[in-house]
């Protein structure tokens, strides 16, 4: 086990609701990147948070944001939720901000109705 | 043009049987490389950096070729537990990690 832990484990939300997920990092690490990877696609960048602050961002639109908390555990928030926002969100923890290797969490399966 | 593209398979393989496959990337100025693994409904976990020169991780053996911009990951004396998906990795200067689609592996007796 790698020691990050998300929540929660499975959603279902409605089409123009807000949701947040939660990401706990493993001990030790003071970066923490966002992923998206839908069904039968690899996982695509998001952002990063390295001590609290937004480190790097994909091509993700304004609606999906994110915070990092003095503890490094980190949220993503996404408004005005899409149909095609329905995937598996997995976070990865690490330290630096150029990180070699990531740790991912065990991701939270969000779909959208 | 995808940044990192992989045939997505699957590719059916006898146990015991050697299986190779290839990932492009698009990027000239990439740095590291990796193939993650990934099993059904889980989260990727890293197999192995691929180096320059090549290296070697037990049955597992990755090449880089610079040049042709292309990494390659060989599997010999499949088990049936090497089932997955292998997802190849790039980064380029900074944080971002830019995935392949992934590739299927399927080890069957």
């Known amino acids: 086990e790698t020691g990050v832990t998300q929540s929660p484990t499975h959603l279902i939300k409605t089409r123009g609701q807000q949701v947040t997920l939660r990401c706990s990092s493993q001990?030790?690490?003071?970066?923490v990147s966002w992923y998206q990877q839908a069904l039968g696609q690899g996982p695509q960048f998001i952002f990063q948070?390295?001590?609290?602050?937004?480190?790097g961002r994909g091509n993700f639109p304004p609606r999906f944001s994110g915070l990092q908390f003095p503890n490094y555990s980190s949220e993503l928030n996404v408004n005005a939720l899409e149909l095609d926002d329905s995937a598996l969100y997995l976070c990865?923890?690490?330290?630096?901000?150029?990180?070699?290797?990531?740790?991912f969490g065990p991701g939270t399966r969000l779909t959208v109705t | 043009r995808k940044e990192v593209e992989q045939d997505p398979g699957p590719f059916n393989v006898p146990e015991g049987a050697t299986v190779a496959f290839n990932c492009t990337y698009s990027?000239?100025?990439?740095?590291?490389f990796f193939w993650y693994r990934q099993d059904c409904r889980k989260e990727p976990k890293l197999l192995m950096s691929?180096?320059?020169s090549g290296n070697e991780d037990g049955r597992f053996t990755a090449q880089l070729n610079r040049a042709s911009q292309y990494i390659s990951l060989l599997i010999r004396d499949s088990k049936l537990s090497d089932s997955a998906t292998y997802l190849c990795?790039?980064?380029?200067?900074?944080?971002?990690?830019?995935f392949g689609g992934g590739t299927r592996v399927l080890v069957k007796p």
């Open positions: 990865a923890s690490s330290t630096g901000t150029s990180p070699s290797e990531q740790y």
């Open positions: 001990s030790g690490h003071n970066t």
């Open positions: 948070y390295y001590r609290e602050e937004e480190n």
């Open positions: 990027n000239s100025a990439s740095q590291s």
């Open positions: 691929v180096y320059s």
């Open positions: 990795v790039v980064k380029a200067a900074g944080n971002k990690l830019t």
